[in-house]
């Protein structure tokens, strides 16, 4: 393979991460604490969306503390989730 060939298939692997990158920009994945009174939706590329806080909890910070560190760590498991079935779509083609 010349080096050509492989500046091809470089330039390749970028259109095709870019094409990945912007597929992913366009999930949105929620992430809810386990008694639902915090909300975060994610898009693919692991912008923050939105917030939601359940009135239920605004009063107690330590439960809205950990809320959110809950409804966060869940959104970032879809995330790899979701990524993990794209790269191995990707890698497959």
Sequence with gaps: ?????KLKDLQ????EGRA???SLAKEVLVGASKDGNFKVSIDGNQNVLRVEISDAIVGNKHLLEQDAKD????????????MASKFSS???E
Excluded: I, T, Y
Aim: charged share 35%.
């Design 12 to 15: 390749k692997m970028r259109k």
């Design 20 to 22: 990945l990158q912007s």
């Design 90 to 92: 990707f890698l497959k």
């Design 71 to 82: 409804a966060f760590a869940r959104a970032l498991d879809a995330l790899k989730k979701l």
């Design 1 to 5: 393979m010349g080096v050509f060939d």
